[in-house]
């Protein structure tokens, strides 16, 4: 008898280190990554067109490490920036083709899509960037977003570049006459080319990734665009004269293909939703700081004259700019405009 428990406890003791040896690789199986079969893990495509030392281009590269880590590896975002996959109109085809699954495109490069997004675009639109804020989360910025479902697009966060300026190589820009005659590179709206047929400019649309070139080429004299993109492409070396406008808005909608979207749990969407929350704050911030380092840089290196529209100017190009708004409204109704911050509190 004795013998017999001798010989169970012997044989018990044998077992226990293949046992631990089994538990252990049990437990540490779900984060060894190469270990997941590409059913298990999910991989999102995300493209964009600017520089990786850009508001978005950091963002882009923030929103990726975040999920990364959060979700243990298992869902990855490959971000592809600088246009290196698509450019401008190809990411947004390539996204409702369902190539790629996550673009952040200019809100203005939505409006051959949707143009009342073209709201967004209208000179002095926003005082502030909290305006554009407060705007995009409410009821009218609710429908604009409502709109881009219809096109199997949904938009999930808003990202800042921040206002836009104006240089050139011909003249200084100290008041709206001065744009007269010059060749202008705009994105691809509408309202933008309205803006600037008002001052007697020519303006053309251009993709982002061949701005450079069209500069120095002399295809075109002049651009608008935040001092992030001016300075991270370079744009500034090309021109004489820089002003200081803040006429525009440049943002961003971070897009999903919808299909996609509703394709993937509960349990990720609550994942994304909750980071793009968090990295939509902090890139509200980022966007802010680097403009004004942008800024500081500029004036530091004396490389291009800069001018600064006074408050009393800049209300003098807005009143200029009024036809654009008739514009707007004339084609695409009231509804929208009635409720850019500017004019809701006004009785
Ligand atoms: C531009 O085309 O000027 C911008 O939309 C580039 C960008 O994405 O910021």
Known sequence: MRDSIKVILFCFLLVIPFLTLACSQIKDYPTDLEQLSEDERLVIR????????????MAARKFAELIKERSNGRIEIQVFSNGTLYKD???????????????????????????????????YAFNSLEEVHEFTESEAGNRLKDLLKMHNLIALSLWDSGFKQISNDIRPIEHYQDLKG????????DILAQQ?????????????NTVFQSLKKGDIEGQENTLTNITSKNFYSLQKYLTISNHGYLGYFLLFNLDFWESLSDEDRELITETLHEVQEWQWQLAEDLNDRRLQEIEECQCIQIYYLSEEEKKEWEEHFTPVYHYYT??????YIQNLPKYKYVK
């Open 46 to 57: 995300f493209s964009h067109v600017v520089g990786e030392d850009t508001p978005k281009g």
């Open 89 to 123: 109109v190809e990411e947004l085809d390539a996204l409702l083709r369902g190539d790629i699954q996550l673009i952040a495109p200019a809100i203005s490069k939505l409006t051959d899509l949707v143009p009342e997004l073209s709201v967004y675009d209208l000179p």
């Open 182 to 189: 010059i060749r202008m590179r705009i994105m691809q709206s």
């Open 196 to 208: 600037y047929y008002i001052v007697d400019a020519f303006p053309r649309k251009i993709d982002f």
């Open 330 to 335: 004339q084609h695409y109704g009231d509804y």
